[in-house]
């Protein structure tokens, strides 16, 4: 560890030496010295639990807006989305713009009922349960989701977002037929 004395700085530093006994003394006869690699590659941007809870809260605002572009300005350059109601998976910004324009008519807003957060480097997720309920008519969808944010050009974008519909609904409809079909 070195104090640099122009600033006060202080900084840690892998180092070897080797030494070789030269006209009677040791001397120096090589010395190697770099920055530890955590310098280098840094701690990641920091984040907490209650703030990656927060991005979905960004990303519910963008949809209040109903303006597709707001609402994918929250996803990072090379985003994929899977929506609950489509089965073209969106790769690009185009579409997941084009997915946000049909999406946005039923005026969603959407609330966590259970998630899970993990944190790694420059990167999170939440995943869990949560509800929308489309202001156009009044109707209320709860699906699984995950969202995984990555810190790009300064700021936490939403790289992979997962949408899908509860099971419980598709296992009623099955049993439903089922039902008829024996009918």
Same mark, same amino acid.
Request: with cysteine; hydrophobic share 35%.
């Given at each position: ?30 010395? +190697? ?18 703030? #990656? ?26 985003? #994929? ?79 992979? +977002? +997962? ?8 296992l009623a409809l099955a049993e439903k037929a089922k ?5």
């Amino acid at each position: 560890e070195f104090t640099m004395g122009a600033t006060g700085d202080v900084v840690k530093a892998r180092y070897s030496y080797i030494y070789v006994f030269e006209d009677g003394q040791w001397k120096i006869s090589h010395h +190697h010295s770099s920055v530890m690699p955590e310098a280098v590659l840094g701690g990641g941007e920091p984040i907490t639990k209650d703030e #990656v809870r927060g991005l979905f809260n960004k990303w519910n605002d963008a949809l209040a807006t109903l303006d597709s572009k707001k609402v994918t300005s929250r996803y990072a350059k090379d985003a #994929v989305l899977l929506p609950t109601v489509s089965d073209t998976p969106r790769t690009d910004s185009a579409l997941i713009t084009d997915y946000f324009d049909g999406f946005l008519k039923k005026k969603p807003q959407g609330v966590i009922l259970d998630g899970e957060v993990m944190i790694g480097k420059n990167w999170c997720q939440d995943a869990g349960i949560y509800e929308f309920t489309m202001g156009a008519d009044g109707s209320k969808v709860q699906a699984r989701y995950s969202f995984v944010y990555v810190f790009e050009d300064g700021e936490w974008k939403i790289s992979h +977002h +997962h949408s899908s519909v509860m099971p419980e609904g598709f296992l009623a409809l099955a049993e439903k037929a089922k039902a008829e079909a024996s009918s």
